[in-house]
């Protein structure tokens, strides 16, 4: 053992870790997919104060013996039932205020999840903690940052917990910001797809219609997409052509 080492453990061994303030460090998750050509998400109904019966992220406090990955892993197999869902973090949500029980950190993931697989989540809860909840962009206050307003399906407002407008806001906006460089339908479509499929993915996440023939150009001047050889048939229309992501290029 060295002299520097020696010095080390017995510094570490006369540390008083209670000198500094330590805030609580949370991971939220946010579930994205396309359903009903609408931008959707899962939330979850808060059972117990503060903030009772709002609807919030999945997310839950890290432990001391644990990664934020694998806080954000725990998360999703203990309140939605999920496992194996590829996570990107999204963004570090710090302001003090934000949660009204002591100064909590947030470390938000997002992902992209099939439609079924989290509508098989919501249905697999007879608790009715979870519901499905349709998305879209609006300003936040004067400070114009984006937020978003999550509805139920008859169109009505939820109550957000916390700062989770804000949250969602922000995977809308990063969402969006992917659509031209990454196969953003990658997890939300199936193996083979047609452009028209592709092009109502982009629609519903960007909440507007897009030209069809721009589209189509954009997509395959870019290359994220290359063709099957295989058509769509069955349908009653002239058959449409089947595409795949590039291999080269798909990613999350």
């Known amino acids: ?17 209670s000198l500094y303030p330590r805030p609580s460090v949370a991971v939220d998750v946010v579930l994205l997919t396309v359903g009903d050509d609408a931008l959707r998400t899962l939330l979850v109904r808060r059972t117990s104060q503060p903030q009772k019966d709002r609807w919030a992220v999945p997310g839950g406090f890290v432990r001391m013996d ?6 954000a892993r725990r998360v999703l197999a203990a309140k939605v039932g999920l496992d194996e869902v590829f996570i990107e973090q999204l963004y570090t949500f710090g302001e003090p205020r934000r949660d009204p029980r002591t100064r909590v950190i947030s470390v938000v993931y997002f992902a992209l999840v099939e439609a079924e697989r989290l509508e098989l989540a919501v249905q697999g809860r007879a608790d009715h903690k ?12 004067d400070a114009g940052e984006p937020g978003a307003i999550a509805c139920d399906e008859t169109g009505a407002a939820l109550p957000l ?17 992917k659509l031209d460089w990454a196969p953003i339908g990658f997890e939300l479509l199936p193996e083979t797809f047609t452009l028209r499929d592709l092009r ?50 798909s990613c999350a």
């Open 130 to 141: 979870l519901r499905m909840a349709s998305l879209a962009c609006a300003e936040n206050g």
């Open 200 to 249: 109502l993915i982009h629609e519903a996440i960007l909440g507007r219609p897009l030209n069809k023939d721009s589209f189509r150009r954009k997509v395959l001047d870019r290359r994220l997409v290359e063709p099957t050889g295989e058509l769509l048939r069955g349908t009653g229309h002239r058959p449409a052509e089947l595409y795949r992501f590039a291999r080269e290029r």
């Open 1 to 17: 053992m060295t002299a520097e080492t020696d010095d080390e453990l017995r510094f570490l061994a006369s540390y008083d870790a």
């Open 66 to 71: 644990e990664s934020l990955d694998d806080t």
């Open 161 to 177: 917990a916390f700062d989770h407008a804000d949250i969602l806001g922000m995977a809308i906006e990063r969402l969006r910001g």
